[in-house]
T-cell receptor, first 112, second 112 residues
Framework: GENVEQHPSTLSVQEGDSAVIKCTYSDSASNYFPWYKQELGKRPQLIIDIRSNVGEKKDQRIAVTLNKTAKHFSLHITETQPEDSAVYFCAASMGPGNQFYFGTGTSLTVIP | DVKVTQSSRYLVKRTGEKVFLECVQDMDHENMFWYRQDPGLGLRLIYFSYDVKMKEKGDIPEGYSVSREKKERFSLILESASTNQTSMYLC???????????FGQGTRLTVV
């Protein structure tokens, strides 16, 4: 089955700096890669996603890049703010009817 | 807005009890999932269902069973609760399009 690895497990940045979280996957059949943000005590919520036919996607301060050849994808957050502090999960899926495989999470702390 | 609702936010049960965790979604989604979330281990799939009465084992099905009698409802059953099943349980649902999964608010189960 698919194996998703995520690094780092914890990340501290100064407010205004950038944060990068990296994930690798093992199965080339995976074609959908969402990123979830989970604030303390709340449910995971989608912040951005990318499909295998796209190399990069951007939404304001958040961007995701995908390298299918190397089987890795990354989340980039620019101009970080304290409200970006949360746990971030990457995931990979082979499409509808299939499960999501999640990384182990990155705890991001943005220091004011 | 998609709504995924879990029946309890917090539960305390005794060792050996049979425990039912209920999840209901209101978006007519075909796919539903039960995950367990533990610190440092991320989200691990227990079971998922891609249609009514259909189920597939995930990565950690031992000690659990599921029921999906109606499309909108997916139940997780702990046949005989044990202390190592103390955890946060998250339900999620997804439609047939290749898009995100939506999560419930989670049930924090403590087995004493």
């Amino acid at each position: 089955g698919e194996n998703v690895e995520q690094h780092p497990s914890t990340l501290s940045v100064q407010e205004g700096d950038s944060a990068v979280i990296k994930c690798t996957y093992s199965d080339s059949a995976s074609n959908y890669f969402p990123w979830y943000k989970q604030e303390l005590g709340k449910r995971p919520q989608l912040i951005i996603d990318i499909r295998s036919n796209v190399g990069e996607k951007k939404d304001q301060r958040i961007a995701v890049t995908l390298n299918k050849t190397a089987k890795h994808f990354s989340l980039h957050i620019t101009e970080t703010q304290p409200e970006d502090s949360a746990v971030y999960f990457c995931a990979a899926s082979m499409g509808p009817g299939n499960q999501f495989y999640f990384g182990t999470g990155t705890s991001l702390t943005v220091i004011p | 807005d998609v709504k995924v609702t879990q029946s309890s936010r917090y539960l305390v049960k005794r060792t050996g009890e049979k425990v039912f965790l209920e999840c209901v979604q209101d978006m007519d989604h075909e796919n539903m999932f039960w995950y367990r979330q533990d610190p440092g281990l991320g989200l691990r799939l227990i079971y998922f269902s891609y249609d009514v009465k259909m189920k597939e084992k995930g990565d950690i099905p031992e000690g659990y069973s599921v029921s999906r009698e109606k499309k909108e409802r997916f139940s997780l059953i702990l046949e005989s609760a044990s202390t190592n099943q103390t955890s946060m349980y998250l339900c999620a649902s997804r439609g047939q399009a290749n898009t995100e999964a939506f999560f419930g608010q989670g049930t924090r189960l403590t087995v004493v």
